[in-house]
């Protein structure tokens, strides 16, 4: 189930649980909106699988296991993925995960790490094997005054039609060097749900009507997420990349919201910070297993 209640008063500890907790939610939210979808949860491991060509909506995640029987839940998984056709699949982990050791058992079953794959997927994003800093911010002391510094002709608006869409992917394909394969897995699946009506939702930034940056906003975990951050490089260091990730945050408070979470690359770790992010002490890691 999607946690509702909105959080307040929270510990770092508990930031950087929430953190993980949004991602859950996400992947929760997403087998229940898209059709065909699987998810299976216990109190050993969750994962979940859905059409769309991009391994976010195919993973493993809150994995709780004993040493003693990881291994065999690695296979036991790879082999549910396998015999559903999967072409790839991440596992996830981060600060709740157990056994300690996971990622290093993960590799030995041929699963890549972070920073090993995403030369694969998205070749300007750079990140370390240990993963993707966590972060959070109150969303009562954001750094608003940096929507004063956005470069002129900059708006900001939700998705909401095909054409908007095309845009959106234009711009994470460009902006993350992204295939186009794993950009498209976004818009098939606001196609799934009739566009505008994702559980998360979707803001393309136009520089004097040309696309240019783009964000995404998930209320789960009794947080506010943001996820897929981009901007054409010919706009970078003109406050593009600050306005449009602080602009659904801004909307988030609107709705109630407290906090903010995200897991970020260390290139963009400054740019949250400067909104008023602060890094939680957790990393967030994904293993990439494709098909053979």
Do not use: C
């Amino acid at each position: 189930m999607v946690t509702k209640d909105i959080l307040t008063e929270l510990t770092t500890a508990e930031l950087a649980a929430a953190v993980e907790e949004n991602l859950f939610d996400l992947f929760r939210a997403m087998t229940a909106a898209l059709p065909e979808s699987d998810l299976f949860e216990n109190e050993k491991l969750g994962y979940h699988l859905t059409f769309p060509s991009n391994p976010m909506f195919k993973g493993v995640w809150r994995t709780r296991l004993s040493a003693d029987e990881s291994d065999d839940a690695i296979e036991n998984t790879i082999t549910w993925f396998r015999e559903r056709n999967a072409p790839f699949f991440f596992w996830w982990t981060g600060p709740s995960t157990q056994p300690d050791d996971l990622g290093q058992r993960l590799a030995a079953h041929g699963l890549l790490d972070m920073a090993e794959q995403m030369h694969q997927m998205a070749a300007s994003i750079v990140s370390t094997s240990h993963g993707a800093p966590g972060m959070a911010a109150d969303l009562s002391t954001l750094n608003e005054a940096i929507l004063d510094d956005v470069i002129p002709g900059f708006t900001i608006a939700e998705v909401h039609n095909e054409q908007d869409l095309q845009d959106f992917k234009r711009v994470l394909i460009e902006g993350y060097e992204m295939a186009d394969i794993m950009a498209d897995g976004w818009l098939q699946a606001a196609r799934g749900v009739d566009i505008g009506n994702t559980p998360w939702k979707m803001y393309l930034g136009r520089l004097n009507g040309d696309p240019v940056a783009t964000n995404m906003l998930f209320t789960g975990g009794g947080v506010a997420g943001i996820y897929g951050v981009a901007t054409v490089p010919a706009v970078r260091r003109k406050g593009v990349g600050a306005a449009i990730s602080l602009f659904p945050l801004l909307k988030a408070r609107e709705m109630g919201y407290r906090y903010a979470v995200l897991f970020s690359t260390e290139m963009a770790v400054r740019v949250y910070e400067r909104i008023g992010f602060r890094h939680t002490g957790m990393h967030i890691n994904r293993y990439l297993w494709r098909n053979a």
